[in-house]
């Protein structure tokens, strides 16, 4: 099927900042609670708001957390970058006409850290950070609002993602879903499509 949009997640999706954030979510937890957690105890933090993910944490000072762990993103930031064959990936699908978005939980002060110093910001005509939906993956409200901003119809969108709050989300929006398997490391997902590459995604892809 050629989609005439594809919105795409963030991280673990367009850029490789598993690392990075959870490196930086355990630093701050263990500067407030003096627990040092282990990282596979923290990565239900990957693909939901900072937001949200602080309240797992009630005993703690979430807004002291939250802001620990975002200024720790930057001692981090080394590890992060695009995945190999995204810039590649954008750019045909921008020349053949297709519409490229993003959904992401990031604000939109994180997004342009690294999209738009990337240089690959540009790219996208719609974008949809946590600061612009009322209610955050893995509800639909962030695909809901991309429709309702670009009058994109659901069958014309494809939504890409490495999580299973995208796969919900894509889901509740009534959205085909494609699962970055080059980020999310599995297939154990539901979804429409498992690209193992991103040039895969080519085949989805409205055509010249």
Known sequence: MDYRHIVFDVDGTLVDSESCILHAFRDALERQSGKK????ELTFCL?????DAVKRFPELDGDR????WTAGLETYA???GIFP????LLTTLKNRGCQLGVATSRTHAEFDKDL???GLGALFGQV???????THKPQPGPLLKYMELTGAKREEILYVGDSLYDS???????VDFALAVWGSHTKDRPAKYYPVRPEQLLEYGKQE
């Open 37 to 40: 957690y282990p990282l596979e």
């Open 47 to 51: 693909g939901i708001t900072g937001a």
């Open 65 to 68: 957390l939250l802001e620990e």
């Open 78 to 80: 080394h590890t992060a």
């Open 85 to 88: 064959g995204i810039p590649e």
């Open 116 to 118: 738009e110093r990337s």
């Open 128 to 134: 949809i950070c946590a600061d612009d939906s009322e």
């Open 168 to 174: 919900l989300c894509a889901q509740g929006a009534g």
